[in-house]
T-cell receptor, first 117, second 118 residues
Framework: AQKITQTQPGMFVQEKEAVTLDCTYD???????LFWYKQPSSGEMIFLIY??????QNATEGRYSLNFQKARKSANLVISASQLGDSAMYFC??????????????FGKGTTLSVSS | DVKVTQSSRYLVKRTGEKVFLECVQD?????MFWYRQDPGLGLRLIYF???????EKGDIPEGYSVSREKKERFSLILESASTNQTSMYLC?????????????????FGPGTRLTVT
C-alpha cells in the first residue's frame, strides 16, 4: 500500500500567488514525522520543512508552511508569494517508527511546480 | 555546512559491467542511504547503513550491493549492470537515529549520479 500519496503530478502558478501542494499519508503508528523536500532541475534535494505527529501547531519556515490535518492524514505544503525560483519538483516524505528501514524516509512520487511571470 | 558528495554526476556503462557509485559525507554521520529516483516513482530506498560495516536492505535491493568500510564513505555496487538500472541515484546521510520517529533532523543529500546503462 502506498504510504505517501501526492496526487498532483504538476501544478502551475503565477508569480506572487500562493500555492498548495497536496500530500496524504498512511500509517498506523502514532509517532511519525513528515518532511517536504524541493528538487530543482539541478537535481539536489533541499530540505524545506518538518512536522512531528504530536506538534500542535503547523510548522512554518519563511514562505513555507505545512498544513497538518492529522485526522485526515494530510500534510499539505503551502508556498506563499511564489517566486520563479520555486519552480522545481517537490517531495513529501515520512519517517515512522515501524519503518523497516529504521531511519530512512518514505517518499511520495512528487509534484512538479511551475511558476510563471 | 553538511556536505555529501558523489563521485560522478553522469555515468554511462555497458550491460554486464560492474559499476561502483561512491558517496562521501563530511559531517561524521552514522547513517547513510542510497536511493534510486525514477520519473513517476519518486525516491525508493535501495540500502542503508547505520554504522561502519553495517547495512540493511531497503525496498529495492535486488541487483545491488553496498560497502561501508569507513564511516564517511558508502558505496553502491551494481554487480552486473542492466538497462533497467538506468536511473538517478541519490546518496544521503543523517545523524544517528535516537529511536524516536519525531526527531526532526533531515537527511542531507548529495547531488545525484545519473547512470545510463546501454
Amino acid at each position: 500500500a502506498q504510504k505517501i500519496t501526492q496526487t498532483q503530478p504538476g501544478m502551475f502558478v503565477q508569480e506572487k500567488e500562493a500555492v498548495t501542494l497536496d500530500c496524504t499519508y498512511d500509517t498506523s503508528d502514532p509517532s511519525y514525522g513528515l518532511f517536504w523536500y524541493k528538487q530543482p532541475s539541478s537535481g539536489e534535494m533541499i530540505f524545506l520543512i518538518y512536522q512531528g505527529s504530536y506538534d500542535q501547531q503547523n510548522a512554518t519556515e519563511g514562505r513555507y508552511s505545512l498544513n497538518f490535518q492529522k485526522a485526515r492524514k494530510s500534510a499539505n505544503l503551502v508556498i506563499s508569494a511564489s517566486q520563479l525560483g520555486d519552480s522545481a519538483m517537490y517531495f513529501c516524505a515520512m519517517r515512522e517508527v515501524a519503518n523497516q528501514a529504521g531511519t530512512a524516509l518514505i517518499f511520495g512520487k512528487g509534484t512538479t511546480l511551475s511558476v510563471s511571470s | 555546512d553538511v556536505k555529501v558528495t558523489q563521485s560522478s554526476r553522469y555515468l554511462v556503462k555497458r550491460t554486464g559491467e560492474k559499476v561502483f557509485l561512491e558517496c562521501v559525507q563530511d559531517m561524521d554521520h552514522e547513517n547513510m542511504f542510497w536511493y534510486r529516483q525514477d520519473p513517476g516513482l519518486g525516491l525508493r530506498l535501495i540500502y542503508f547503513s547505520y554504522d561502519v560495516k553495517m547495512k540493511e536492505k531497503g525496498d529495492i535491493p535486488e541487483g545491488y550491493s553496498v560497502s561501508r568500510e569507513k564511516k564517511e564513505r558508502f558505496s553502491l555496487i551494481l554487480e552486473s549492470a542492466s538497462t533497467n538500472q538506468t536511473s538517478m541515484y541519490l546518496c544521503a546521510s543523517s545523524p544517528p537515529w535516537t529511536g524516536d520517529a519525531l526527531d526532526g533532523y533531515e537527511q542531507y543529500f548529495g547531488p545525484g549520479t545519473r547512470l545510463t546503462v546501454t
